[in-house]
């Protein structure tokens, strides 16, 4: 085996402006915070910076959840905790399916052991209450998962008048709020979500690789009356939590950098209010979506249901999605995601999260892709950049 040191270059990814479904840009105030010196997992620094966590934590989910903290894992891994804690085998679960992640909900469902039953919408579009009524009578769940900002779709699931119907037949509510969270509301204790979980590198703008989660006393008290153990020994809720809380017992070596960022994005939230971050979120998207209407493009998804986080837009007829999105990194920096699952080679995803919902990221976004698009000889093309200044205008 030859040895080639010497060989490799050192990182340089270029600049890159993400405007996909994850991750988001970073606020320079983030990557000071993960380039902090390094303490131990049980330092009563880091201990300190735990608690704060998990403050600003309650505060962004609004909240008061004591079993509330970052899962040591991605998105898709706090979604398997919330799952592999409450299902037990056998156990009757409805999981609400919007695209590819509720899909991917349904199947940790079945590998747990869930007695699974699936209610999916028509696509682009949410689950009703009168759908999901008739679901409920056909079964007797002890849990329902829904996804409120659908990545792969782009649907915002409508949450309060869904969740009372669900606690009327005594289930249990998990929400998927990896994309909506911090971004569009979400009141977990004022709309009696009972499980929640989010991924930290999208609206919250933090790196990859936590996954917030809280539970409410009835959650809680659910795992503690489990039949069997839980079947994952690294997501086992009760164990997590013994680390989390004032008894601090080792579990696992917590990733401290990813904590100490998380940490200083939340405080960025919490400077600029929750409210007002949901506010300059739906200003930039109202602005975008101003923007795509002029230039003759298609949303996938009708104007009542869509996330104002996360939109697909599909690519017109003779458009090749893929070489647009490949001509906007290369020229602009910009990167945008494909389609997943039924959209996939059909529409580009387009991510308005986080420190990526910015006026200037809306404006460059239009007038690149209006310029890629004219250059593919697509001209149906009237000026998106003017009225999404408009928006701006009206909203100043």
């Not at 249990?172 to 509301?185: H, K, R, Y």
């Not at 290369?330 to 990526?356: D, F, P, T, V």
Request: charged fraction near 20%; hydrophobic fraction near 40%; glycine fraction near 8%.
């Amino acid at each position: 085996m030859s040895d080639n040191q010497g060989s490799f270059s050192s990182l340089d990814p270029g600049n890159r402006i993400l405007m996909g479904p994850g991750p988001s840009d970073m606020h320079p105030r983030v990557y000071q915070a993960m380039g902090a010196p390094l303490t131990g997992h049980l330092d009563p620094y880091f201990i300190k910076v735990m608690d704060e966590t998990k403050t600003l934590l309650r505060y962004v989910f609004q909240t008061e959840n004591k079993l509330t903290f970052p899962i040591s894992a991605t998105g898709s891994a706090g979604m398997e905790t919330c799952i592999c804690n409450l299902v037990e085998p056998g156990d009757e679960v409805l999981i609400c399916i919007s695209g590819v992640f509720g899909e991917r909900m349904a199947e940790m469902v079945k590998r747990h052991g869930g007695q699974l039953n699936r209610l999916v919408s028509e696509p682009g579009q949410p689950i009703s209450v009168k759908q999901l009524r008739e679901a409920l009578e056909s079964c007797q769940p002890k849990l329902v998962g829904l996804v409120h900002a659908e990545t792969s779709t782009g649907v915002l699931q409508p949450l309060e008048e869904i969740i009372e119907v669900i606690h009327e037949y005594n289930a249990l509510v998990l929400v998927d709020t990896v994309a909506s969270l911090g971004g569009t509301p979400v009141k977990v204790d004022d709309w009696n979500i009972d499980v929640c979980y989010t991924g930290s590198q999208k609206c919250l703008s933090a790196p990859p690789g936590l996954s917030p989660v809280t539970f409410n006393d009835r959650a809680v008290e659910m795992i503690a009356h489990r039949k069997v153990p839980v079947d994952s020994w690294y997501l086992d809720l009760t164990l997590i939590n013994s680390y989390w809380n004032e008894d601090r017992i080792y579990h696992h070596t917590a990733p401290i950098n990813l904590i100490y960022a998380l940490r200083e994005a939340l405080i960025l939230i919490h400077e600029e209010g929750i409210d007002e971050v949901q506010v300059r979120h739906n200003i930039n998207y109202q602005a975008f979506a101003a923007g795509i209407d002029a230039m003759g493009l298609k949303f996938f998804v009708n104007e009542p249901h869509r996330a104002p986080t996360i939109n697909p837009i599909i690519a017109p007829e003779g458009v090749e999605e893929a070489s647009v999105r490949q001509a906007l990194l290369e020229n602009y920096g910009i990167e945008l995601g494909g389609g997943l699952g039924l959209l996939k080679g059909k529409a580009w995803r387009i991510g308005l999260m986080g420190q990526s919902s910015k006026r200037d990221h809306v404006i460059l976004c239009l007038t690149a892709l209006e310029e890629t698009l004219r250059l593919q000889g697509y001209d149906k093309i009237n000026s998106g950049i003017a009225a999404a200044s408009d928006v701006y205008q009206a909203n100043i």
